[in-house]
Each structure stands twice: as C-alpha cells, then as structure tokens.
C-alpha cells in the first residue's frame, strides 16, 4: 500500500505484514526471531538515531567509518518516517503494534524534530 494515496506498490509491506512484524519484535520467544522483526521494522521506521554500533551490540568498528543503514526509499529523512509511523498508528489497532510505534516515534522525535 502506497502510504499517501493508498495504491498497493510491490516493495511496500501490508498493514497485516507490519502487524506481525511489530509482534515478533515485541513477543517472540527468542531473541533471534525477536532481533529479525526489529530489522524488518527499522527499515519501515527509522529513528536516525542508531549505529551500526548499536544495532550490533559492539562499541566500535575496526574501519572506522561511518556506514548508512538501508531506509525504505519513501522515508527521505526523519519527518517522512514520522509521518510513516503516524499513518501506522492511525492504521493499526494492535497493541504490538502501537507499542512498538510509539516507542520508535518518541525515539525519533526526541531526537530529531524536538
């Protein structure tokens, strides 16, 4: 689904999709199917915010450059993922969901458009 007019496009993930997604994250009962929903997620909403660093859970990288995360191609920075996270919001009415959303649209906000 097109998350400004509606229009079903092929990379865009289904509210059903996004659903399960924020539930594994949340829900799974290990913390590898959990870390699998995370990064499906983080590529739908981005925060901006983490490292590379953080998402693999050491403090430093041996080149010591900096290397850019995949976005989804409709998100162009940190507004275009909070008005992403929004449509969800309003969209879904699961409590994986809305948990996982809010939680990454604070995180966002705090840190970018505050």
């Not at 594994?24 to 660093?53: D, H, I, K, N, V």
């Not at 929004?86 to 649209?105: A, K």
């Amino acid at each position: 689904m097109d998350f400004a007019t509606g229009e079903q496009q092929q990379e865009q993930p289904t509210l059903e999709q996004l659903d399960t997604w924020c539930k594994q994250a949340l829900s799974s009962p290990t913390a590898e199917q959990r870390e699998e929903g995370e990064r499906r997620l983080r590529y739908y909403f981005p925060t901006f915010s983490e490292t590379l660093a953080e998402l693999s859970g050491s403090h430093e990288f041996s080149s010591g450059q900096e290397r850019v995360l995949a976005v989804f191609p409709a998100i162009k920075g940190p507004a275009d993922a909070a008005k992403l996270m929004t449509w969800f919001l309003h969209q879904s009415s699961e409590v994986f969901s809305i948990t996982y959303v809010v939680r990454r649209l604070r995180t966002l906000v705090l840190n970018h458009l505050a």
